[in-house]
């Protein structure tokens, strides 16, 4: 029998939740016979090759491109899951949502006290994705059904969510594994 997929991406991340899913050591082992990885920097498959039970979002929206993929992974994913604090609130990233985004380009690029651009340009190459005016949750752009809070969340917090979807359990994680304090 086939498989479910299992599809995974980084938009406004730090990669540090794809480390937290390698961190599930030799359990990796027993995730491989439970499934098989589609679209994801872990095998860089870089597009869908069919439909996914599940996708795991780490990162926020904070350009067109990180939008466009968010729906492309809603449209290929049965159940998709906001992994971590950047994905749920932005996280870092969002740090940015109280500038105005003109405030913020000048910044980088033109007057702050490392920077040296002597053509006083801020880089605008069609090529590179528009920055949106402030940085997204996942669910305030397609829905999402689950979160898994934490930066990262831990490897047995994905772990054990993951394969309760995969078994069609409800996902019911124990206090200390979503606690925080
Ligand atoms: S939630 Fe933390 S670990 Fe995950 S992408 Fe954001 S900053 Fe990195």
């Not at 540090?16 to 990796?28: A, E, K, P, Y």
């Not at 604090?85 to 910044?107: S, V």
């Not at 006290?113 to 005016?133: F, G």
Request: net charge negative; with cysteine.
């Amino acid at each position: 029998m086939a498989k479910p997929k299992v599809a995974t991406c980084s938009l406004a991340g730090c990669f540090g939740c794809h480390m937290s899913v390698l961190d599930i050591d030799d359990r990796i082992l027993k995730l491989v016979e439970l499934i098989e990885f589609d679209k994801s920097p872990i095998n860089d498959i870089k597009e869908f090759t069919c439909q996914c039970a599940v996708g795991l979002i780490e990162g926020g929206c904070c350009n067109e491109e990180n939008v466009r993929v968010l729906q492309s992974f809603r449209k290929h994913c049965d159940i998709l899951i906001s992994v971590g604090e950047c994905a749920i609130m932005g996280g870092i990233p969002a740090m940015r949502n109280t500038i105005p985004l003109r405030e913020c380009l000048e910044e980088a690029y033109l007057n702050g006290p490392t920077v040296y651009n002597p053509a006083k340009q801020i880089p605008n190459d069609s090529d590179i994705p528009l920055l949106l005016n402030k940085v997204y949750p996942c669910h305030e752009v397609v829905k999402i059904d689950y979160h898994l809070p934490g930066c990262p969340p831990s490897a047995d917090t994905i772990w054990e969510a993951l394969v309760a979807l995969l078994t069609d359990k409800p996902v019911e994680l124990p206090y200390e594994l979503i606690k925080y304090d």
